[in-house]
C-alpha cells in the first residue's frame, strides 16, 4: 500500500482510499485492535514515514520474507531491465529491520524463502507460534489466478497467480 500511494497517489484500505502514508499508517493502526491486518510491502522504495513512525515501528508484527540477492536481483530484472541495484531494496530492508529492532527491542520475524518452499508447512507453524497467530493448513494452497488487490501490479504477480502453494523457483 505505501508503493501504491507513491505510484499512482492512493490505495485502498477498507473500503475507503488513502492518500498519504501518514493516513496509511493512522489507517492501519485503527483497524488493528478491530481485526487481524495483513499487508505486504516492497522494500525497492524507502518510505521516510514508516521509519518515523515509533507506533508503527513498535505497534505491528512486521515479518522480513527474505530472498537470496541473486534471487531478487533475477526476478527485478525480468520485469525492469533498466533497474538500478538499489531497487533491488536490500539496503532499504536492512534500514528497516533495524529501525524495528531498534524501537522494539527485539528482533523481528525472518522467513528465508528457501526454507519456506522446502518446507512451508513446518515453517508456517513455526512463524504462526511466534507471532501468536493460529495455524491453518488449509492456508498453504489456494486457488491459481489474479487477486483483485494486485490489478494494479499484475505484471509482478504474473508467475504467482500460475501457482496453487509454495514453490520453488528455479534461478536462471
Known amino acids: 500500500p505505501f508503493d501504491n500511494i507513491g505510484d499512482y497517489g492512493e490505495t485502498p484500505v477498507n473500503g475507503s482510499m488513502v492518500r498519504t502514508p501518514g493516513e496509511l499508517i493512522a489507517t492501519l493502526l485503527a483497524l488493528g485492535p478491530t481485526r487481524a491486518v495483513f499487508f505486504k510491502e516492497t522494500t525497492d522504495r524507502?518510505?521516510?514515514?514508516?521509519?518515523?513512525?515509533?507506533?508503527?515501528?513498535?505497534?505491528?508484527?512486521?515479518?522480513?520474507?527474505?530472498?537470496?540477492?541473486?534471487?531478487?536481483?533475477?526476478?527485478?530484472?525480468?520485469?525492469r531491465p533498466g533497474m538500478k541495484?538499489?531497487?533491488?531494496?536490500?539496503?532499504?530492508?536492512?534500514?528497516?529491520?533495524?529501525?524495528?529492532?531498534?524501537?522494539?527491542?527485539?528482533?523481528?520475524?525472518?522467513?528465508?524463502?528457501?526454507?519456506?518452499?522446502?518446507?512451508?508447512?513446518?515453517?508456517?507453524?513455526?512463524?504462526?507460534?511466534?507471532?501468536?497467530?493460529p495455524f491453518r493448513e488449509q492456508a498453504l494452497s489456494w486457488h491459481p489466478g489474479p487477486r483483485a488487490e494486485w490489478s494494479r501490479s499484475a505484471r509482478w504477480h504474473a508467475a504467482v497467480e500460475r501457482t496453487s502453494t509454495f514453490t520453488q523457483v528455479a534461478s536462471s
Do not use: K, W
Open 85 to 133: 541495484i538499489y531497487e533491488i531494496g536490500l539496503a532499504t530492508l536492512y534500514e528497516l529491520y533495524q529501525a524495528v529492532l531498534a524501537v522494539s527491542g527485539h528482533p523481528p520475524a525472518v522467513i528465508d524463502s528457501a526454507d519456506l518452499t522446502a518446507n512451508p508447512a513446518g515453517i508456517m507453524a513455526a512463524y504462526c507460534d511466534v507471532v501468536g497467530i
Open 46 to 79: 524507502r518510505h521516510p514515514a514508516v521509519l518515523a513512525s515509533v507506533p508503527f515501528l513498535t505497534g505491528v508484527t512486521h515479518t522480513f520474507l527474505i530472498r537470496h540477492p541473486a534471487e531478487i536481483a533475477a526476478s527485478y530484472y525480468a520485469i
